[in-house]
């Protein structure tokens, strides 16, 4: 076991990687949750969104659909390691239930409380990423 002072410090997350099949899907979709385009790399298959309060997403824009439509970390029988889905912190559950109605964007289901008081919703993506908004409590 290290000790404390020989562990490395993470700040913050930089940045989400996301890889899409559609780039103006992806960016249609997460316009909605309050990202904006910024710029193409120029010499690479990324493209990057950011919101207001400077989270960013880096879109990879080098995806094919090999699974019929199907995330393959949530949808199929074998359970891959891997990512499963990104939390974004929300202030509130009832307006972002209202800007994903706005926007066209379904929920996976109900809203979920969980036993600290948090509550969450989950949609997903054009290419069926999994994306946790929570409000915390």
């Known amino acids: ?4 002072h020989d562990m490395l410090e993470i700040k913050a997350v930089d940045h989400i990687g ?23 790399v120029t010499d690479d298959h990324v493209t990057i969104v950011e919101n207001r309060n ?5 879109f990879i824009t080098n995806g094919n659909d090999a699974n019929d439509g199907k995330n393959v970390l949530m949808d199929m029988d074998a359970k891959y ?22 926007g066209g964007i379904p929920l996976s289901g109900e809203p979920v409380e969980f ?3 948090n509550r969450s919703i989950f949609v997903r993506d054009p290419d069926q990423t999994v994306i946790e908004l929570r409000e915390r409590r």
């Open 54 to 58: 400077g989270v960013c997403i880096n």
């Open 115 to 117: 036993g600290s008081g």
């Open 81 to 102: 390691p891997g990512y499963t889905h990104v939390a974004l912190n929300i202030s509130s559950i009832e307006e972002a239930m209202k800007a994903l109605e706005e």
């Open 18 to 40: 996301i890889r899409v099949t559609d780039v103006e899907a992806a960016l249609a979709f997460y316009r909605v949750l309050g990202f904006e385009f910024k710029y193409k």
């Open 1 to 4: 076991v290290r000790e404390e």
